[in-house]
């Protein structure tokens, strides 16, 4: 299982099987999925159907989501990371987004900005990637701030399945300054 970055109370790894019952967790809750258009799972089936999907994109596209464990108690968390988008979005394909979803029980302590700032680290540090993108839903203030702490700057609005999100973007040179 491999470890692509570690912070002071995080680690953030492969997503693997044994995960499940933590993507159950997460996916399966009204509350996190407000923001991203999702309806909440019903089965750990799913649950297992997410990972295997991820564990595809490891493969296919050399890096996918990763699962966020809390190093205090070794409790799966939530995910963050890189993804290599291939459909369209906002009129860009193949590009990298940043992303981040947490269990309810762990908004707040800061966890988010902590992985978002090691995903781009990784992302500028490790693949030498030229830019990064994140999109977020208008109305959830609280991840366009973090993306904003993390040093991606909101560039547009756009309308996704009807709903105001806020596109934002880094370059590898403005990561470089803010370091």
């Not at 590009?95 to 309810?104: A, E, Q």
Request: glycine residues 8%.
């Amino acid at each position: 299982m491999e470890i692509f970055a570690s912070t002071t109370r995080l680690i953030l790894r492969e997503m693997i099987p044994a995960d499940a019952p933590g993507m159950f967790a997460l996916d399966s809750d009204a509350a996190v999925q407000r923001y991203v258009g999702n309806r909440p799972i019903t089965t750990i089936a799913e649950a297992r159907e997410k990972i295997a999907y991820i564990r595809q994109q490891y493969q296919e596209l050399g890096i996918g989501r990763w699962a966020v464990i809390e190093k205090a108690s070794n409790t799966f968390v939530g995910w963050a990371g890189l993804k290599l988008v291939k459909e369209p979005m906002n009129n860009h394909t193949d590009y990298y987004d940043l992303g981040y979803r947490f269990i309810k029980d762990y908004w707040g302590k800061g966890y988010a900005t902590e992985c978002a700032v090691a995903s781009l680290e990784y992302g500028f540090g490790r693949m030498k990637l030229a830019t990064v993108y994140a999109w977020a839903d208008a109305g959830n203030q609280a991840s366009c701030h973090v993306l904003e702490k993390a040093g991606l700057e909101m560039i547009k609005t756009f309308y996704h399945e009807e709903a105001l999100h806020q596109w934002f973007k880094i370059s590898r040179e403005d990561w470089e300054q803010r370091r």
